[in-house]
């Protein structure tokens, strides 16, 4: 261990010293010097050569400082130096480098005027005290010392720290080692202030980066319990914090409730929900700025949550001019957080606002969706009800019927309404519209159809009667195309009257044709009058009725399947029964379609003339 006493090679000579120097200081009641100007010694000249190059090398603090010392103990041999700065917000001064200091005095926070130490900075003159227990102001933290030299680190008349030598040697520091440091003071300093400038635009600029690059992830999170998780360890990125909550405002019971909170390290949640009126984050509610607490020990308004809490932060959070919440940061350090700290999540909490309420509404949206998913699905099951069970069972005639929606239900009907043992209505329509709404007006049209079927009128009657029905009960922008035709199985016939529906196809002796009925849509005209046709068919023959979703259904090259190909379809397959023609004609079309989702609903139903009676198979 090097000896306490200096060396002949590092200690100045003595006789090449001038004592007539003019120096920034009030000299202490150990040694006064006298007022005169300095001439430089080589030694002297040298060492500030060095220490210029050494000062004008980096602009890293730390660097800077150990450098610093390493240079000053070239021409002092100490075994304790520190270099303190001072805090402009709490007005004390803090070691930022030191060697040989117990780990007691480098967490001292020296008052102004207290101490050697907050007297040079409060009078901004170096001191050289010779005994220090001769002095009444020393603060006694290593007993061993004996002596001690201070000197203000000054720039543009601002004072930012000391410098600060100790020895355990009463006498131990020369008028000329207090000489050498002062002249050497305002270039430290400079050096010391533009590297905490470097230091602090650096930090801002990797703030500034860390802060876009979280707002671009926190856009992307829309599930909230995973966006606050996500807010709490980003934040971590820019303060090193021991206690995070996010505490959301509950309008309704007028408290904050607590949606996430960390406790060194650990997920915790508070047990009490908040009064708005209470706290630091009642402050920073009502006066909608960030309320920055260096001690919360010293604050009235503080409440107490944890125990531990020294420093404290509270950032309300703003969106659209309404606070929805606080972002609550504490620490265990006293004066923990700075006004960097608080200008950067002052920002950072705009963004945050809007994430956390673009979550809410997505997760509102997300459950409305759901009781909306059960809606329809209840819906659906009541649709399918509504669907005739059973196919009707004559003797020279087979029924099928297939039918897809294209949302969760959908506006096509179809229905068989028994007039007698001999003849059957044909219903296939087509509302206006998707979904629930859709849905609901195919069952009243369905409800009104079955209340209609009882007086077995013509196809031509049935239409009529029904859009007569519709007009009482007429809804904007609501109606129903539909194809109408009665079976008579006695002399195999059948009647067609159409409403604005998709024209039948008619399969008889291999050829297949369109039957050309036309009509205006129910519920759109009053008094409309329909065209009836009547087709006399023969065994193997095939009416095959559909709605507007078969052609109209695309692929994803936007194609249309068309009349033309399913003209196709049912010349191959007419052989068939009812029940192969028409899943035949389905899966054709969904094969077509490939991975696109159908737009409309999809319905076919398919009558075949029999010469004896029907399989027994539905």
């Given at each position: 261990?090097?000896?306490d006493?200096?060396?002949?090679?590092?200690?100045?000579?003595?006789?090449?010293?001038?004592?007539a120097?003019?120096?920034?200081?009030?000299?202490?009641?150990?040694?006064?010097?006298?007022?005169?100007?300095?001439?430089?010694?080589?030694?002297?000249s040298?060492?500030?050569?060095?220490?210029?190059?050494a000062?004008?090398?980096?602009?890293?603090?730390?660097?800077?400082?150990?450098?610093?010392?390493?240079?000053?103990?070239?021409?002092?041999?100490?075994?304790i130096?520190?270099?303190?700065?001072?805090?402009?917000?709490?007005?004390?001064?803090?070691?930022?480098?030191?060697?040989?200091?117990?780990?007691?005095?480098?967490?001292?926070?020296?008052?102004?005027?207290?101490?050697?130490?907050?007297?040079?900075?409060?009078?901004?003159?170096?001191?050289?005290i010779?005994?220090?227990?001769?002095?009444?102001?020393?603060?006694?933290v290593?007993?061993?010392?004996?002596?001690?030299?201070?000197?203000?680190?000054?720039?543009?008349?601002?004072?930012?720290?000391?410098?600060?030598?100790?020895?355990?040697?009463?006498?131990?520091f020369?008028?000329?080692?207090?000489?050498?440091?002062?002249?050497?003071?305002?270039?430290?300093?400079?050096?010391?202030?533009?590297a905490?400038?470097?230091?602090?635009?650096?930090?801002?600029?990797?703030?500034?980066?860390?802060?876009?690059?979280?707002?671009?992830?926190?856009?992307?999170?829309?599930?909230?319990?995973?966006?606050?998780?996500?807010?709490?360890?980003?934040?971590?990125?820019?303060?090193?914090?021991?206690m995070?909550?996010?505490?959301?405002?509950?309008?309704r019971?007028?408290?904050?409730?607590?949606?996430?909170?960390?406790?060194?390290?650990?997920?915790y949640?508070?047990?009490?929900?908040?009064?708005?009126?209470?706290g630091?984050?009642?402050?920073?509610?009502?006066?909608?700025?960030?309320?920055?607490?260096?001690?919360?020990?010293?604050?009235?308004?503080?409440?107490?949550?944890?125990?531990?809490t020294?420093?404290?932060?509270a950032?309300?959070?703003?969106?659209?001019?309404?606070?929805?919440?606080?972002?609550?940061?504490?620490?265990?350090?006293?004066?923990?957080?700075?006004?960097?700290?608080?200008?950067?999540?002052?920002?950072?909490?705009?963004?945050?606002?809007?994430?956390i309420?673009?979550?809410?509404?997505?997760?509102?949206?997300?459950?409305?969706?759901?009781?909306?998913?059960?809606?329809?699905?209840?819906?659906?099951?009541?649709?399918?009800?509504?669907?005739?069970?059973?196919?009707p069972?004559?003797?020279?005639?087979?029924?099928?019927?297939k039918?897809?929606?294209?949302r969760?239900?959908?506006?096509?009907?179809?229905?068989?309404?028994?007039?007698?043992?001999?003849?059957?209505?044909?219903?296939?329509?087509?509302?206006?519209?998707?979904?629930?709404?859709?849905?609901?007006?195919?069952?009243?049209?369905?409800?009104?159809?079955?209340?209609?079927?009882?007086?077995?009128?013509?196809?031509?009657?049935?239409?009529?009667?029904?859009?007569?029905?519709?007009?009482?009960?007429?809804?904007?922008?609501?109606?129903?195309?539909?194809v109408?035709?009665v079976?008579?199985?006695?002399?195999?016939?059948?009647?067609?009257?159409?409403?604005?529906?998709?024209?039948?196809?008619?399969?008889?002796?291999?050829?297949?044709e369109?039957?050309?009925?036309?009509?205006?849509?129910?519920?759109?005209?009053?008094?409309a009058?329909?065209?009836?046709?009547?087709l006399?068919?023969?065994?193997?023959?095939?009416?095959?009725?559909?709605?507007?979703?078969?052609?109209?259904?695309?692929?994803?090259?936007?194609?249309?399947?068309?009349?033309?190909?399913?003209?196709?379809?049912?010349?191959?397959?007419?052989?068939?029964?009812?029940?192969?023609?028409?899943?035949?004609?389905?899966?054709?079309?969904?094969?077509?379609?490939?991975?696109?989702?159908r737009?409309?609903?999809?319905?076919?139903?398919?009558?075949?003339?029999?010469?004896g009676?029907?399989?027994?198979?539905?």
């Open positions: 261990m090097k000896k006493v200096p060396s002949a090679e590092s200690r100045p000579d003595e006789s090449k010293v001038t004592h120097f003019e120096g920034d200081y009030r000299p202490s009641s150990d040694l006064a010097l006298p007022s005169a100007h300095v001439r430089l010694e080589p030694m002297q040298e060492f500030l050569l060095r220490l210029t190059d000062l004008n090398t980096t602009l890293d603090l730390q660097t800077l400082m150990h450098r610093t010392a390493g240079l000053v103990r070239a021409v002092i041999d100490y075994r130096f520190a270099i303190l700065l001072l805090n402009d917000r709490t007005n004390d001064l803090r070691m930022r480098f030191q060697i040989g200091h117990t780990a007691e005095a480098e967490r001292l926070r020296i008052k102004m005027g207290k101490g050697i130490v907050g007297q040079v900075a409060e009078s901004r003159h170096a001191m050289l010779n005994d220090v227990h001769g002095n009444e102001n020393y603060i006694n290593n007993p061993a010392v004996r002596s001690e030299l201070a000197v203000p680190l000054i720039v543009k008349n601002r004072l930012i720290g000391v410098i600060d030598i100790q020895s355990e040697q009463p006498d131990y020369k008028p000329e080692h207090l000489q050498l440091l002062t002249l050497t003071a305002s270039r430290i300093a400079q050096s010391i202030e533009n905490r400038l470097y230091t602090r635009v650096a930090r801002q600029a990797q703030t500034l980066s860390v802060m876009n690059e979280i707002s671009r992830e926190l856009t992307s999170i829309l599930d909230l319990d995973t966006l606050l998780e996500r807010i709490g360890q980003l934040l971590r990125r820019l303060i090193d914090y021991h995070f909550t996010i505490w959301l405002v509950n309008e019971d007028q408290v904050l409730e607590s949606q996430y909170g960390v406790r060194f390290g650990e997920r949640t508070p047990d009490e929900r908040v009064p708005l009126d209470r630091l984050v009642n402050v920073a509610i009502r006066e909608r700025r960030a309320v920055l607490v260096g001690d919360v020990r010293k604050d009235p308004r503080y409440h107490l949550v944890n125990p531990e020294r420093s404290e932060m950032v309300p959070l703003i969106y659209k001019n309404k606070v929805i919440g606080v972002l609550d940061i504490e620490h265990t350090r006293a004066y923990y957080f700075n006004e960097d700290h608080e200008r950067a999540i002052t920002t950072l909490a705009a963004q945050i606002a809007i994430s309420e673009n979550a809410r509404l997505y997760q509102r949206i997300a459950q409305q969706e759901q009781r909306l998913e059960h809606d329809l699905a209840m819906a659906r099951e009541v649709q399918l009800r509504l669907l005739p069970p059973t196919r069972r004559h003797t020279h005639a087979e029924f099928a019927a039918f897809l929606a294209a969760t239900i959908g506006g096509d009907l179809y229905d068989f309404l028994p007039f007698d043992p001999c003849c059957t209505g044909i219903v296939l329509g087509d509302v206006s519209g998707k979904a629930a709404a859709a849905a609901l007006y195919a069952a009243v049209v369905s409800g009104v159809i079955r209340s209609l079927a009882t007086a077995s009128m013509s196809a031509s009657a049935m239409l009529e009667a029904l859009n007569d029905a519709l007009q009482e009960r007429r809804l904007d922008s609501q109606y129903v195309a539909m109408y035709a079976w008579n199985d006695t002399n195999q016939t059948l009647q067609i009257a159409n409403a604005g529906a998709t024209q039948p196809l008619f399969c008889s002796g291999g050829a297949v369109t039957v050309r009925a036309e009509g205006f849509p129910l519920g759109m005209f009053p008094e009058k329909y065209e009836e046709f009547s006399a068919t023969r065994p193997g023959d095939s009416i095959i009725f559909f709605s507007d979703g078969i052609p109209d259904a695309q692929n994803a090259a936007g194609e249309m399947f068309g009349d033309e190909l399913l003209m196709k379809v049912v010349t191959e397959n007419q052989h068939k029964s009812a029940s192969e023609l028409a899943e035949t004609i389905l899966d054709e079309v969904t094969k077509f379609q490939g991975d696109v989702d737009f409309d609903d999809e319905t076919v139903v398919v009558l075949r003339v029999l010469e009676p029907p399989p027994q198979s539905d």
